[in-house]
């Protein structure tokens, strides 16, 4: 068996995991009342969805573009639409988390962006979204530790986020230092032909770029603030579930539950959607703030509508734009 279709069966085999872990969780409820919870939910649900990408959506395509440089900058209303489509891929295709970040480097490529900026922005904006995630997790976990005084998952979340943190610090440094070059170099000697050499190239441009964007230190620092209000004002939508469920609908609750099941599902980034995983955050945080076990399913089952509500129709976009190049190219072909 080839190494691709191992990392195929590997997402497979963590999607089905992840799969029986959410039949487990919802049919362990009494399902009349996580059905009758979700009906008293009604148009909030509405509300949740256009809230996400008129809120999150948006300060996250805000916090992308002000990494470009001022020449490379593709307009804004651009860019949102990209990060939904990005959002809708790595959340809804059987893949890495990361399948989105390339589908929007890819189309920030495609409408006019130097590819090294395309990809050296997407870069840089996910090693500083996960750092600036990390910070949002202990403030969470602070939270939860007030509100509920309990205190025995602060020392496994803790050293979770430090190794977590850990290794995209050695991401960083490992970027600054040139690692496409490196990795270009590599490829072009085990294929022993000058016509890799080119590979090299491009990957010592793409060093270059990302080096110069790191630099570019104030465009750092509002992406990283950007960043921050985005997941702050995420936690609305939970607020929104919340106050529709007839919970106690604080902010700290609120902020608890976007963070500590952000958190979970980002440590589970290898399973499919994450799915199951994200639902035991919900059932597991929400015990701890005492909300009923049903309504906890119903949070989770909520933030699915949502995610599906949004993906299925960006992931459509990316295929109608995906097959209408593909069509013009083979027009083009033809036309020769």
């Not at 809708?88 to 059987?94: A, C, G, H, M």
């Not at 016509?195 to 491009?202: A, D, I, T, Y």
Request: one cysteine or more; a positive charge; charged letters at 15%.
């Amino acid at each position: 068996m080839k190494v691709p279709g191992k990392i195929q069966l590997t997402v497979w085999l963590f999607g089905f995991a992840g799969a029986a872990l959410f039949i487990a969780i919802v049919i362990h409820q009494d399902l009349s009342k996580v059905g009758a919870a979700f009906a008293t939910a009604g148009w909030a649900i509405v509300g949740i969805v256009a809230y996400h990408f008129l809120v999150p959506v948006f300060l996250d395509a805000i916090a992308w573009w002000v990494l470009f440089p001022r020449p490379d900058r593709l307009p804004l209303r651009k860019l949102l639409w990209m990060r939904w489509i990005g959002e809708s891929v790595s959340t809804l295709v059987p893949s890495a988390a990361v399948g989105g970040d390339v589908v929007r480097a890819r189309l920030a490529a495609i409408n006019g962006a130097p590819l090294p900026v395309a990809a050296g922005s997407v870069l840089v904006d996910l090693t500083l979204g996960v750092f600036t995630q990390a910070a949002f997790t202990l403030v969470g976990v602070v939270l939860l530790v007030q509100v509920t005084g309990q205190k025995n998952f602060v020392r496994p979340t803790l050293i979770g986020t430090l190794i977590g943190v850990v290794g995209v610090a050695g991401f960083y440094f490992v970027q600054r230092l040139g690692m496409f070059r490196f990795l270009a170099n590599i490829i072009a000697r085990l294929a022993n032909s000058p016509e890799w050499q080119s590979l090299v190239h491009g990957g010592e441009t793409l060093d270059q770029t990302v080096r110069a964007l790191y630099a570019r230190r104030k465009a750092v620092i509002a992406c990283c603030g950007w960043t921050v209000v985005s997941l702050v004002a995420g936690s609305g939508e939970i607020w929104i579930a919340l106050h529709a469920l007839d919970l106690r609908a604080t902010l700290a609750n609120a902020l608890i539950l976007q963070s500590t099941v952000l958190a979970i599902r980002s440590a589970a980034f290898a399973v499919p959607s994450g799915l199951g995983v994200q639902e035991g955050g919900y059932y597991f945080v929400g015990q701890l703030l005492g909300i009923p076990d049903y309504l906890a399913v119903t949070l989770a089952l909520i933030a699915r509508v949502r995610e599906l509500a949004l993906g299925v129709p960006g992931v459509i976009c990316w295929q109608i734009i995906e097959a209408r190049r593909l069509w013009r190219a083979r027009l083009a072909t033809n036309a020769r």
